[in-house]
Structures are given as structure tokens and as C-alpha cells.
């Protein structure tokens, strides 16, 4: 398994801009970004393929939220702009064989960071 660790969270305002931030072990993967309010089942936001070159958004983020990712660090990004009050989650970071939707597809969890947006 790859050793996950995000980073980039924090408290803004609706509107605001975040970047978030996973570090990984290993490299090769396919990663994602799910999300996961209080009292709500974790949801997934955003992946991609290994090589940049594939994909995915919820529809809840897409044309808001960006994700890259740079091999050369081994690190995955989540650039989220135009933040929304219903955006506020504890952000996890995943990776898996294959990128997908599916949280069943990701084996590797990181222990998530909190995003908390103000009205």
C-alpha cells in the first residue's frame, strides 16, 4: 500500500480559493480526491489516471475544482476555487489501480483534512 498525507486545508469564506495537497510514497497509481461531510456518506470529487492524462469530476465540482498531479514529486493536487458553503468536508486523499468513481476502487487512504467554508 502507498503511504498517503494531505494537506492544505482550512476555514475560508464562500468564494475563496483552497489547494490541497497529498503527499505519496509511491508513484504509479491512479489517485483521487473524495470528500466526506457530517452525517453524510464520504463522496467521491475528483480523479485521475497515472499518467495526467484521464479525468474525472462530480458534477457538485465540476468547472470548480482542478485536479493535477506531479509524478516528478509524487504529489497529488486538488485546486478548488469558488468555494461553496456546501463544499465543508473532511477531504481524503486515495490511490488505487485504476481511476474511478467508485471509493471501492481506491485501496490506499490518507487520513483526510478538514475544509470549512463560511457563509
Known amino acids: 500500500q502507498v503511504q498517503l498525507v494531505e494537506s492544505g486545508g482550512g476555514l475560508v469564506q464562500a468564494g475563496a480559493s483552497l489547494r490541497l495537497s497529498c503527499a505519496a510514497s509511491g508513484s504509479r497509481y491512479a489517485m483521487g480526491w473524495f470528500r466526506q461531510a457530517p452525517g453524510k456518506e464520504r463522496e467521491f470529487v475528483a480523479a485521475?489516471?497515472?499518467?495526467?492524462?484521464?479525468?474525472y469530476y462530480a458534477e457538485s465540482v465540476r468547472g470548480r475544482f482542478t485536479i493535477s498531479r506531479d509524478n516528478a514529486k509524487n504529489t497529488l493536487y486538488l485546486q478548488m476555487n469558488s468555494l461553496k458553503p456546501e463544499d465543508t468536508a473532511v477531504y481524503y486523499c486515495a490511490a488505487g489501480d485504476r481511476a474511478s468513481t467508485r471509493i471501492s476502487d481506491f485501496g490506499s487512504w490518507g487520513q483526510g483534512t478538514q475544509v470549512t467554508v463560511s457563509s
Open positions: 485521475i489516471k497515472w499518467s495526467g492524462s484521464l479525468t
